[in-house]
């Protein structure tokens, strides 16, 4: 069975951890997961996780470190074939892993990524589907503060590079490393890593989230924003992902 290594950077997302493990645990597929953590204290949870299961790799770093660092680390230290991004703040299904790691093979691609996904915003009790592939209309603009309606025309898009953003859902080849990094730095590391990925040749896919597979949260220490494309009543949010349990997202 092909592994994949899971990689987490984190800081101060305690109360975040105990579900986004539960995410990795649930996953159908021969998996490692590393975490990098660089809060001002050690998390006991994932010591003590890491400490029970030795597929959980639990690093510390007493020293500040970007995004794109971290990422870098963990990559250098993972031992699986595919890399697979999981963020310690978003919600990830039981076969999210296999679909995506299906769709490469399938595809015979070197990357794949969500262009279309569903987005939850707690503070605002906000549920919708984000389309990075409409590019003119009225969005939902999703921020960590509220939730405001934008319009994007020929003048104003999004942006062709649009759909290169938003790492919560890369899945790779760990070779394409070999010519692709992270920026040190915390924001946009995404955009530039994919651009690294396809100036040298690899093929990265962008496909929809057809079977729930993930949800990417916004909530008060969010770093980036999501334009959702369309809303869907709240009350669906359980029948969509019923594994997944809210919690609290003000930290």
């Known amino acids: 069975m092909t592994k994949v290594s899971i990689i987490t950077p984190t800081k101060s997302r305690e109360n975040f951890l105990p579900q986004i493990a539960e995410c990795v645990l649930s996953q159908a597929v021969d998996w490692e997961w590393l975490v990098l953590d660089d809060s001002p204290t050690p998390s006991v949870y994932l010591q003590t996780l890491a400490a029970r299961d030795e597929r959980v790799k639990y690093f510390y770093s007493s020293s500040p470190m970007s ?9 250098s230290i993972a031992s699986g074939e595919f890399i697979a991004h999981f963020d310690d703040d978003d919600y990830y ?9 299906r769709i490469l093979e399938q595809e015979g691609a070197d990357m794949v990524k969500f262009s279309g996904f569903y987005v939850h915003a707690p503070h ?49 080849r760990k070779q394409i490393c070999k010519h692709a990094f992270f920026d040190d730095i915390d924001l946009c590391d995404d955009e530039s890593f994919a651009k690294r990925v396809l100036s040298h040749g690899y093929q990265m896919v962008a496909t929809n989230d057809a079977t729930r597979d ?23 949010l359980a029948d969509f992902f019923p594994l997944y349990k809210r919690q609290v997202q003000q930290i």
């Open 93 to 101: 299904a039981p076969k999210y892993l296999s679909n995506m790691v």
């Open 124 to 172: 605002a009790s906000f549920f919708g589907y984000m389309d990075l592939d409409e590019k003119v209309g009225f969005y939902f603009d999703l921020s960590r503060n509220a939730v405001s309606i934008v319009e994007f025309h020929e003048k104003k898009q999004i942006g062709a590079d649009f759909i290169m953003f938003y790492g919560f859902s890369y899945v790779y």
């Open 67 to 75: 995004i794109g660092a971290k990422r870098n680390r963990l990559i």
């Open 214 to 236: 993930c949800l990417h949260l916004i909530h008060g220490n969010s770093t980036a924003r999501c334009f959702a494309k369309y809303s869907i009543p709240p009350f669906l």
